[in-house]
T-cell receptor
Framework: EADIYQTPRYLVIGTGKKITLECSQT?????MYWYQQDPGMELHLIHY???????EKGDLSSESTVSRIRTEHFPLTLESARPSHTSQYLC?????????????FGSGTRLTVV | QKEVEQNSGPLSVPEGAIASLNCTYS??????FFWYRQYSGKSPELIMF????GDKEDGRFTAQLNKASQYVSLLIRDSQPSDSATYLC???????????FGKGTKLSVKP
């Protein structure tokens, strides 16, 4: 079944650790996105990619980095986690021509940095 | 100026009533409009999209678009407690054509 997967679902990690949040999709979508969302708050776009070897920063400044070496895979890395990074991270993808299809979201990773 | 505006609510309606959710947008050139539902602690799921002026119906949901007024709405008929969630309006816009999300309206349907 075509879908978008995020791992881990929950992560509690200590300050200063390096972490990578995984996102993979099996729909063959060219476009992928990372959003950050605090509880009860709006979505903030932090990174996006329109294809392999293409990455851009979003509207919200983020200390994270992303890579897009394969179409299906769009991991997000924090080199040194801080408590301010505690949030929910949502990955999404879309086919070319979002006029009709919108975005499909993964289940999210809830990150807590202690 | 915020590009996509929604009343944050909470909007409270009794079970069986019609819930009306509203959204305005600033980019007059926007072409596509989406409604997402997000349950607490979950990720957003697409429930409706519309790109032509007028109404689009899908089951209990009706999306309404008025491009001249830069206004899009979502009506939920026969509201159920399971409809209680935050509803996000999204507009395709900007130079990159990414979706721009509103802050969302929290809907509470009381039994």
């Amino acid at each position: 079944e075509a879908d978008i997967y995020q791992t881990p679902r929950y992560l509690v990690i200590g300050t200063g650790k390096k972490i990578t949040l995984e996102c993979s999709q099996t729909m063959g979508h060219d476009k992928m996105y990372w959003y950050q969302q605090d509880p009860g708050m709006e979505l903030h776009l932090i990174h996006y990619s329109y294809g392999v070897n293409s990455t851009e920063k979003g509207d919200l400044s983020s200390e994270s980095t992303v890579s897009r070496i394969r179409t299906e895979h769009f991991p997000l890395t924090l080199e040194s986690a801080r408590p301010s990074h505690t949030s929910q991270y949502l990955c999404a993808s879309s086919a070319a021509g979002t006029e009709l299809y919108g975005y499909t979201f993964g289940s999210g990773t809830r990150l807590t940095v202690v | 100026q915020k590009e996509v505006e929604q009343n944050s609510g909470p909007l409270s309606v009794p079970e069986g009533a019609i819930a009306s959710l509203n959204c305005t947008y600033s980019d007059r050139g926007s072409q596509s409009f989406f409604w997402y539902r997000q349950y607490s602690g979950k990720s957003p799921e697409l429930i409706m999209f519309i790109y032509s002026n007028g109404d689009k119906e899908d089951g209990r949901f009706t999306a309404q678009l008025n491009k001249a007024s830069q206004y899009v709405s979502l009506l939920i008929r026969d509201s159920q407690p399971s409809d209680s969630a935050t509803y996000l309006c999204a507009v395709k816009g900007g130079s990159q054509g990414n979706l721009i999300f509103g802050k969302g309206t929290k809907l509470s349907v009381k039994p």
